[in-house]
């Protein structure tokens, strides 16, 4: 036990190479990195270290084969904490950006000098561990665990934010119109990423400045998913990049939710009929407004379909939790559904009774839906969700975007397209033909595979 409290575990064989890795505290983030962490000591035969901030720190006790590294992250003066989290998660990067730099630098310094290291593998978004990583003279790969089609969008912010797209409105005539420099893209899209466009473009613009600089980019996807993309980025940023995901498919480990998973929704879902229940959960930090989340309540009663609906504590702005639910409506609702404060999604995804998936188009959650071949019903808040949403809609069309937000007409009318009407089993037909795709670059010789395989003989040439 180190002073700080954080766990050492024993020094590693002297012939094994040790791979710092860094996750930024987000679950949406912590999540990919240490799913890579239990890839690459299976399958590379690393000594993995985990450095970890204070806030939402993991759970070292599920990973016993890693050492854990905590790191003072100068939160001393308030207590943030992500079920309460509904403000301004750019702040928090940028101010972990300024106040780890001398832990996290002193930390590496130290593991350096104990063992062999061969890089650092840091969240994207920690920009500043390039300068520390150029410091101590150790390569830096980067984790990117958002979409290839979101960075390249992003490339763009600055001209987008010039040309006024993040305040545009139902009056714009590029509104509800492809862009003419991203034609995939529309104005609402762009006016969705963020409240504070400006505070948001310089934080992409750096932290991509910082990848370019990197010695290479890790992506959780899969090479036949955003090839064109892939294409784009690497004549953008012409390092090694490597697309080995989807992560969680190399193995069933521990879960790294930091919040409780209620498991007893298991035997619930056992109960309903194969592809009758509604799933529905907006991740980890985006929030909802009461009217929003009132209208997702009225459309779950109505629509006659069993329900699984993830209520995050602090999912409702304003709200602890359930207190803005029409009155009566758990008595009324049943059995017919179920509410949970955090569940285990993947297994839920991979559920024979999960008709369809109500997501805010994380990252993550848009992968997961993908390997388990459940169509979507996209409501995306911020980030690259809106992104990810129109791909999912429009490009792959593996599920139906709410254009017009949550209006109870619309959202009825999606969810009875993805699981009622011909047009869903077309949708399902393509969701599973990815799925079959996505398999197969997991099997020896497919694309993942061998990308992994790359991953390895790169950082063991270090
Ligand atoms: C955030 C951003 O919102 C997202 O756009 C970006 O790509 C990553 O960071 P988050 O909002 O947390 O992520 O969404 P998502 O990327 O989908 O990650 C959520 C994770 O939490 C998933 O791995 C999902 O399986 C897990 N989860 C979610 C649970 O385990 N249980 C739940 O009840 C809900």
Redesign the pocket.
Known sequence: MNSDGSLRSTQPPATRRSIILFPLP????I??MLQLANILHTHGDFHIIIIHTQFNSPNPSKYPQFTFQSIKDGNTEYQYNITTLTDDPIYIFNYLNENCVDTFKDCVAGLIQQEPVACMITDAAFFFTQAVADELKLPRLVLR???VL?AVVYCNLTLFYEKGYFNCTNKDPFYDAPLPEYPIIKGKDISKISTKPLGHKDFANKMFEYMKQSSGIIWNTFKELEQPELETISHNFPIPHFTLGPF?KYFSGS?S?L?D?DRTIMSWLDTQPPKSTIYV??????CITESEFQQVANVLENIGLPFLW?V?PGLVTGSKWLESLPETWLERVGEKGRI???????E??AHRATGCFW????????M?SICEGVPMVCSP?????PL?ARYVSDVWKIGVLLEDGFEKEGIEKAIKKVMVDKEGDEIRERINALKEKLNLSLKEGGSSHKSLKNLVDYISSF
């Open positions: 987000f679950q949406g983030h999540n990919p665990p958002s979409s979101c969680h879960s939710s919040i998973e959960s907006f991740g980890s930090v985006a993830v995050r949970v404060k955090w569940c285990c999604q993947k839920v995804l997501t805010h188009n994380g990252w993550n959650s848009t997961e808040c911020s980030y690259d969700q990810n």
